[in-house]
C-alpha cells in the first residue's frame, strides 16, 4: 500500500479548528486536512474579503454558502455563487478572491493539478 493512499473516513468539520489569515481587508478562515500531495478545506472569507495576494496554485474551488468574485491577472472576472464551481491548474492563471458578503468554500488542491509540459 502507497503512503499516498487515503483510508476510508468520514471528516467532522466541526472538529477541525479554524485557522484566520488577514486578507488585504476582512478576514478568512481556514479549516484544514492535509495528506501527502492533497489538501482540503473549508474557507469562509468574511464581508468585504479581498486576498492580499494573488495566487498562483491550482484549485477545486466548490461555493457552498453566499458568493464572491475570482479575479484573474489578466483583468478578467468570474462571479460564483452557491453551487458552482471553478477548476485551474497550478500556475495557469493567477487569481485572487474577493467577497463583498462573504461565503463558504470547499477549496481541494494538491499534486494532482501540477501543470503537465508537453
Avoid at 6 to 13: E, L, N, S, V
Avoid at 37 to 51: F, P, Q
Avoid at 65 to 87: C, N, Q
Avoid at 88 to 108: F, M, P
Amino acid at each position: 500500500m502507497s503512503h499516498k493512499n487515503i483510508p476510508f473516513q468520514t471528516i467532522d468539520w466541526t472538529s477541525i479548528p479554524k485557522v484566520e489569515h488577514k486578507g488585504e481587508t476582512g478576514t478568512s478562515y481556514w479549516q484544514t486536512l492535509q495528506f501527502e500531495g492533497l489538501r482540503i478545506r473549508i474557507v469562509e472569507y468574511s464581508k468585504d474579503y479581498l486576498a492580499d495576494h494573488w495566487c498562483e496554485k491550482g484549485h477545486i474551488v466548490h461555493c457552498l454558502e453566499g458568493e464572491f468574485v475570482s479575479e484573474l491577472k489578466d483583468g478578467s472576472s468570474h462571479k460564483l455563487t452557491k453551487g458552482m464551481t471553478y477548476v485551474v491548474t497550478d500556475e495557469l492563471s493567477s487569481h485572487r478572491s474577493a467577497s463583498e458578503n462573504g461565503v463558504k468554500l470547499l477549496i481541494i488542491d494538491g499534486d494532482f493539478l501540477r501543470q503537465i509540459a508537453y
